[in-house]
């Protein structure tokens, strides 16, 4: 078996219209696709898919399931962006040898991972 490339990251959520106004409205994502009578949404990040579900019988959101990390292009204003509209952060941001982080919650709990690399010249071994 040889796995090729990552189809797409999905999300599960509760309430889609809620989902989609913290993805859109404050990630600042846009939509790329939209599915199942709106039960299933996409949005195109790089060359990957990001895809929020509502199928709450089968696939329940969970701050210790499935995560995400969005590498941004400006990390310190992301982090400023996301204060100023009272994101709860599950862990505050912090530095890595190679990187910088912080963990938000969307408003059904999951985890998304805020991220950017540090310039090659600037980066030290990750673990």
Known sequence: MKIKNIAFIGIPV?????????????????LTEEMGKGHWVEYTIGNQTLA???FPDQWRPSAEGTSVALEMENFDEAIARLKDRHVPFDAEPFESPCCHMAVIQDPDGNKIIIHKLKPEDEKKPCL
């Open 14 to 30: 509760t309430d889609i219209k809620r989902a989609r106004e913290f993805y859109e409205g404050v990630l600042g994502l846009k």
């Open 52 to 54: 929020l579900a509502n």
